[in-house]
């Protein structure tokens, strides 16, 4: 049983940055086949923003060069480094990891 807890989220004007970090409770996130970052936005289908499968990284496009993914194996975290945030990247961001899904976090992007 793996339990996912995402935390970070919050309030940030346009050009903001924030860190989002999941932490993993079961078993090493690190050790896990494919762990991702979600995104749901307001009236829209969740989508998958960052994905780490098998050690390849891969982004949506409308975040590649400003979102990160990384783990942080001494706090068995996954991260999520957002920069130059905007606000089309409002919503609620969740944490998977194979088939284990945490609460989310909300971020807004507001002026």
């Known amino acids: 049983q793996v339990q996912l807890v995402e935390s970070g989220g919050g309030l940030v004007q346009p050009g903001g940055s924030l860190r989002l970090s999941c932490a993993a409770s079961?078993?090493?996130?690190?050790?896990?086949?494919?762990v991702e970052w979600h995104r749901q936005a307001p009236g829209k289908q969740r989508e998958a923003v960052a994905t780490?499968?098998?050690?390849?990284?891969n982004y949506i496009d409308s975040v590649k060069g400003r979102f990160t993914i990384s783990w942080d194996n001494a706090k068995n975290t996954l991260d999520l480094q957002m920069n130059n945030l905007k606000p089309e990247d409002t919503g609620v961001y969740f944490c998977?990891?194979?088939?284990?899904w945490g609460q989310g976090t909300q971020v807004t992007v507001s002026s």
């Open positions: 079961g078993r090493p996130m690190s050790s896990m086949y494919r």
């Open positions: 998977s990891a194979e088939g284990y």
């Open positions: 780490i499968v098998a050690g390849v990284i």
